[in-house]
């Protein structure tokens, strides 16, 4: 733990062009959230000034350009970019390479025990690719500096969670990536979460890949007998409570939802959907299996309202709230 008594959150600006600006300022008027941690952003003041007097929202009184300086709510002021560097609303490979800037720090920080968990405003794929970064997300960000090499993205909620064995791929990719072993990780990795997030052995669900959940080798290449069965009855052997595969048309019902403390889906948009669709506002994006704390909005830049003064940060504070809890546990 820092030497805060209050956990030390590093949140980062994400791409300056979207609204994470916008959200980070607004996570620093949220009085009680500021009661449970120490959020600190990794950013540029002179955007997060810029944006505050656009969208009418008070600046943080305190910033700097030295972490250990910052012992209270503020910014950690990088200098990654200027505001005439960019347009608002506009994918740029500058701010694309500002953004990678914000999170390669916070995770320096975390792994040097400088702050005690990340969470992560949204960045642009695009423009991070146009900056060169040729990663297709914060997940394999996180992964590649962290060294990390068994984990997985997760979607939570108060109602429900999703965890995903394959996440920002094409979907011609997908079936190759789904090994036994890999989908037994993935279910370990959520089980575990689980635990620690609901004090309790979760319910887990499984879905399969193939409508129908393959139909016994009607649809697909018996990718569901070849991989996720024998996945899903390892994980039994170990004492995980875990059913399916179930087709994953009808997997989310109202019904399985309320008997299921998590579901582990094949590819990205299998719980993607679902998930935005009945937790959009209030979701959190976790990344398990590394050895820092990291949570996300669940949402991107929405470069379409980005710098408009209408921007929701409900998914912010919720990720802010639950890295504070994971910190103090």
């Not at 003041?45 to 009184?61: K, T």
Request: proline share 6%; charged share 20%.
């Amino acid at each position: 733990m820092a030497a805060s008594k209050l956990p030390r959150i590093a949140v980062t600006m994400g791409d300056p062009a979207g609204v994470g600006p916008e959200i980070c300022l607004r996570l620093m008027q949220n009085k009680e959230l500021l009661q449970q941690c120490v959020p600190i952003i990794f950013g540029d003041a002179e955007v997060l000034e810029l944006s505050s007097s656009l969208c009418d929202l008070p600046f943080p009184e305190h910033i700097s350009t030295d972490l250990n300086s910052l012992q209270s709510p503020g910014i950690l002021d990088l200098k990654a970019i200027h505001t005439g560097d960019f347009k608002p609303g506009t994918v740029n490979a500058k701010t694309g390479s500002a953004a990678y800037t914000y999170l390669t720090a916070a995770i320096d920080a975390a792994q040097s025990k400088q702050i005690d968990a990340i969470t992560t405003a949204p960045l642009n794929k695009l423009a991070l690719n146009q900056a060169g970064i040729n990663f297709p997300g914060h997940t394999e960000i996180l992964a590649d500096r962290t060294q990390s090499t068994n984990y997985c993205m997760m979607l939570t909620s108060q109602n429900l969670t999703c965890s995903f064995v394959t996440a920002h791929v094409g979907y011609e990719e997908v079936p190759a990536l789904l090994t036994r072993e890999r989908i037994l990780d993935n279910i370990k990795l959520t089980h575990q979460a689980m635990q620690q997030l609901r004090g309790c052995d979760p319910k887990i669900v499984i879905c399969g890949l193939n409508p129908h959940a393959g139909e016994q080798g009607l649809f697909g290449n018996r990718e569901e007998e070849k991989a996720i069965i024998p996945a899903t009855e390892a994980a039994r052997e170990l004492g995980i409570d875990i059913e399916g595969p179930f087709p994953p048309d009808t997997v989310f019902l109202k019904w399985r939802r309320e008997q299921t403390d998590a579901f582990i889906c094949m590819y990205h948009d299998q719980g993607h959907i679902p998930f935005k669709a009945l937790a959009f506002e209030e979701g959190v994006n976790i990344t398990l299996g590394l050895p820092i704390i990291r949570t996300s909005v669940d949402h991107g830049t929405a470069l379409d309202i980005a710098w408009k003064g209408v921007a929701d940060a409900t998914s912010l504070n919720e990720a802010v709230r639950l890295a504070s809890r994971l910190a103090l546990n």
